[in-house]
């Protein structure tokens, strides 16, 4: 099972899953985060927070532990 946290800067993935439940879950998806999302990875931290990406034509940071909540194709 691959996580956002894990993938390469430069790559797009698919979302798979959100793992998590409650705040952490419904924060993700305020970010338009939702099974079936393209993600473009644009850039990741020197110590792996936050990470940088593009959803739907916007440009968000996300906490590593919120990455680490989203599962990719």
């Known amino acids: 099972m691959?996580?956002?946290e894990n993938i390469e800067p430069g790559s797009?993935?698919?979302v798979k899953k959100l793992d998590g439940k409650g705040?952490?879950?419904r924060r993700i998806m305020d970010?338009?985060?939702t099974k079936g999302t393209k993600i473009f990875i644009r850039k990741i931290a020197p110590l792996g927070d936050p990470i940088e990406?593009?959803?739907?034509g916007y440009e968000l940071s996300l906490r590593k532990e919120d990455a680490n909540k989203i599962v990719v194709e």
């Open 31 to 33: 970010m338009g985060i």
């Open 12 to 14: 797009t993935v698919k």
């Open 53 to 56: 990406v593009t959803v739907r």
């Open 2 to 4: 691959k996580r956002l």
């Open 23 to 25: 705040a952490v879950r």
